[in-house]
């Protein structure tokens, strides 16, 4: 049953390539040179594999880390979203070592990646990020697992996205996300691989929305604009009145 | 009427702020301790608002111009699509300085905005960049207008996007592209403004697609997704041995 216009829609950009430097590659030469060169400390550089993939072969599970430019494109494209801009969307990074971003309704992230790696690192170190104007908590940043997060968020299903679930496609997925209350959509925010056992064990119905193995913007794209197309439709059927409150 | 699979759609991102730094700013003061900091010519530099902002008031058209992150979430935007890794899809980017630079079919590039930089950077000083296995060209930068290129593609008809044409959807859009057997979709690749009138003369029809002003990555992933859908429709009703054509 398609459900009315009030149903909420959440994202998880989950186990996110996104992290400071850690602490056990930080002496590495790679890293020490180019913390030099950038004339900051390691702890304020994001993990990068475009520059720290010799030192990154120290770290555990290290195929799945260091993608800042991967999380900046996914958040990007849902935070651009007329969805998101109507405050009917929520949207959480899980990140792959067990730390959850929440963001303010209707927040911009800049789409310069040197002001994107600014915010976070200044997120990573004060856990969270505040406006300039009000004070009001813009980015916050505590620690948690998928699954304290699904248990805090309480939807009524979790979909994940994935090149190893069932064939669907986007709009099925979407209407299978807005056939409850309030679901949850879950696409990975990493190069390679699949969802960890940790991950999967919380996700219901688990789907893949192309033959092709898409990036996850291009995933939380087309998701998201089919979410927002049957959204529209039901506030159609409820009437004019109803319909100015996702206008201009 | 609806046309076979094989109809053509090409994308051009127009009077996109890409650019090196301008000779006219490169004595700037602002240019000069950026420059250093780099330990780079300006020349090989991209003029980028986040860093240039001050030394940007003397160029003419500047709040058009230096926004090379819109172009790179744009392309990223099209060049990730199946329509694109199916090769039904040709981008162009015309900039600002008219310069029109031709993509090969089935180019990635990199999300690195660092690597992005360095390739952009490459192209501007040799106009092309070749590919280290084979020599083959993967990006082409010419001298040309955007009416040049137009007629260059010689398309049956050039459909502009912007916040100025009239109200439609991304699907009716897309349904227009796909009624001829060549359309070019025109997206802005600035921040602000409209186009101007050397592109707008060249436009057919002009449609805004949301209620809302959409990022241009935001309109290319909608408007390609509804061209893939219609394709994939079209080929659905020639049956299974020409799906294959477009399968995995």
Same mark, same amino acid.
């Given at each position: ?26 002496? /590495? ?13 390691? +702890? ?8 720290? /993939? ?5 770290? +555990?599970? +290290?195929?799945?880390? $260091?993608?800042?430019?991967?999380? /900046? =494109?996914? #958040? ?13 969307? @929520? ?30 690192? $200044?997120? =990573?170190?004060?856990? %969270? ?6 004070? +009001?908590?813009?980015?916050? #940043? ?6 304290? #997060?699904?248990? @805090?968020? @309480? ?10 679930? %069932? ?5 099925? %997925? ?14 990975? $925010?990493?190069?390679?691989? /699949? ?16 033959? =092709? ?28 009145? @109803?319909?100015?409150?996702? $206008?201009?």
């Amino acid at each position: 049953m398609q459900q009315a216009s009030t149903s909420t829609i959440t994202l998880i950009i989950a186990e996110a390539a996104l992290e400071t430097i850690p602490d056990k590659i930080a002496r /590495h030469p790679a890293i020490r040179n180019h913390s030099r060169r950038r004339q900051q400390k390691s +702890s304020e550089i994001l993990l990068d594999r475009s520059y720290h /993939h010799a030192a990154m072969k120290r770290l +555990s599970n +290290s195929w799945k880390r $260091g993608r800042p430019d991967i999380i /900046h =494109f996914a #958040l990007m494209e849902a935070l651009c979203t007329p969805l998101f801009m109507n405050m009917m969307l @929520k949207v959480y990074v899980h990140t792959i070592n067990d730390k959850i971003i929440s963001t303010a309704d209707n927040l911009r992230i800049p789409k310069s990646y040197f002001r994107f790696e600014g915010l976070m690192v $200044g997120l =990573f170190k004060d856990n %969270v990020i505040k406006s300039n104007d009000d004070e +009001s908590i813009l980015m916050k #940043l505590s620690d948690g697992t998928f699954t304290d #997060l699904v248990d @805090k968020i @309480k939807p009524d299903r979790v979909i994940g996205l994935s090149t190893v679930g %069932v064939q669907s496609n986007a709009q099925k %997925v979407a209407e299978n996300a807005r056939d409850v209350d309030h679901s949850v959509l879950v696409v990975g $925010g990493f190069a390679k691989g /699949h969802f960890s056992e940790n991950v999967t064990k919380s996700l219901g119905p688990t789907y893949s929305i192309s033959n =092709f193995t898409l990036e996850a913007h291009v995933v939380i794209a087309r998701i998201l604009y089919e979410c927002e197309k049957l959204l529209e439709k039901g506030i159609d059927y409820e009437g004019n009145e @109803k319909r100015r409150q996702i $206008g201009t």
